[in-house]
């Protein structure tokens, strides 16, 4: 019996460590892009000159793109352990480093372009690192892949309890509690690593005097049509593209809808929905961690739902849900516009704009969590490399819509309050 099948069983609910691995393989995946997301007031106040909160996000979402775009070609040469181990430990070394800069080159032209750079390279590793897991989360268990999902969420959470943690510890040294916030970051994706390479050689049976007898893309591949393995193992690039679109085809209209949804998420979130609002408080970092936060209980709540309650929705009901985001971006606008105008205005109360953050945000993790589930559905069960290329679609997709979300965000830039 291929090593696969323990992998891909449908019928057998997977076992705690398995949980456990998906459970911190979600909060991995985006750690690093939450790591910044929630400490960029404090970026802006060290590099004051140079409006690195919006600028600092650009290089990682571009490497994230990018890196995404060709990971499944890459893949054909990078076994998957080494791309989820290999990009764990450039996250853990850009974390670890980008504080220390920050430290010791704050205000300066040279620090600026370093923290730009770090935040390239930690693109690049998240994109590497969530694209491997969700190409696997397409053909495991639908339990794991909700673990995951649910997590993933979770991540923004636990970024928003290590920075609340770092700024009470440290209240008057913003820079050494980003040291503390950004060392814990690390040590937790260096734990994440040591479950998912003790899940993998567990799974596998590898031991210290043992080789590993079958790699999980010789499975992969060997349980797959005929077709579909000699297009990506054998065919040129021709071939290889034309597997990419059969795909994309096959997830229809899926893949479409994660890159509107993330466009949604991207035009309003954190700039208009954090940024360029204001709760009445006299700082600016706590107002943006406690909007943040709520974000992302909104966002872990909405992905765990849907996880839970998997057999009760279809792809129609996701349409209209993902529709029904325009008229919160409206409400989003309208809080931001009225910012500085009459407090008794309603869109600018603070309890409709967390009530609006939550709610969008609930919709943002519950309809990306059921667009990945549903994804893999919509294909053969044989069809397992189709499905592996089917994750790498999506979560190009993902990417491309954050970074179509990120320009079209320019045009709120005059927008309310600025900090």
């Not at 509690?177 to 040590?187: D, E, M, R, T």
Request: glycine content about 6%.
């Amino acid at each position: 019996m291929n090593d696969i099948l323990l992998l891909i069983d449908q019928k057998n609910d997977p076992n705690f460590l398995e949980k456990l691995n998906y459970a911190f393989l979600g909060v991995s995946g985006v750690l690093g892009w939450n790591a910044v997301l929630t400490s960029l007031q404090y970026f802006d106040d060290q590099f004051e000159n140079y409006d690195i909160s919006f600028l600092l996000p650009i290089p990682q979402l571009f490497a994230n793109f990018f890196f995404g775009a060709i990971l499944p070609q890459l893949r054909k040469y990078i076994h998957v352990k080494v791309c989820v181990i290999g990009s764990m430990i450039g996250m853990i070394i850009c974390l670890a480093t980008l504080p220390v800069i920050t430290y010791f080159m704050s205000q300066t032209l040279m620090g600026f372009i370093f923290v730009l750079t770090l935040s390239f390279f930690l693109g690049m590793f998240n994109a590497v690192l969530q694209g491997a897991v969700v190409s696997i989360t397409n053909v495991v268990h639908h339990k794991l892949a909700a673990i995951y999902w649910t997590y993933n969420g979770f991540s923004g959470l636990l970024m928003n309890l290590f920075y609340a943690i770092s700024l009470l510890i440290f209240p008057s040294s913003l820079q050494t509690g980003a040291i503390f916030y950004y060392s814990i970051s690390a040590l937790f994706i260096s734990t994440a690593a040591f479950f998912f390479n003790k899940y993998y050689n567990k799974k596998y049976n590898i031991g210290d005097d043992q080789q590993e007898h079958q790699l999980l893309d010789d499975d992969l591949y060997e349980k797959s049509s005929t077709k579909s393995q000699s297009s990506y193992n054998q065919g040129g690039k021709s071939e290889y593209f034309s597997l990419i679109w059969r795909a994309f085809k096959a997830g229809f209209p899926i893949p479409l809808l994660i890159w509107l949804h993330f466009v949604q998420l991207q035009t309003v979130f954190p700039g208009l929905a954090v940024f360029k609002v204001d709760l009445g408080w006299s700082s600016n970092t706590w107002n943006s961690l406690f909007l943040i936060t709520f974000a992302n209980v909104g966002d872990t709540i909405g992905k765990y739902a849907a996880g839970i309650i998997k057999k009760y929705y279809n792809l129609k009901i996701i349409i209209a849900l993902i529709m029904s985001r325009f008229l919160l971006i409206a409400f989003f606008i309208l809080s931001a516009y009225y910012t500085y105008e009459d407090e008794q205005i309603f869109f600018r109360q603070s309890y409709f704009i967390v009530l609006n953050i939550i709610i969008f945000s609930f919709l943002t993790g519950f309809c990306t969590s059921a667009l990945m589930q549903l994804s893999p559905s919509l294909l053969k069960e044989d069809e397992l490399v189709l499905k592996e290329q089917l994750g790498f679609v999506n979560v190009v997709m993902l990417t491309f819509g954050i970074s179509c979300g990120t320009f079209t965000a320019l045009s709120f830039t005059n927008f309310g309050k600025t900090n």
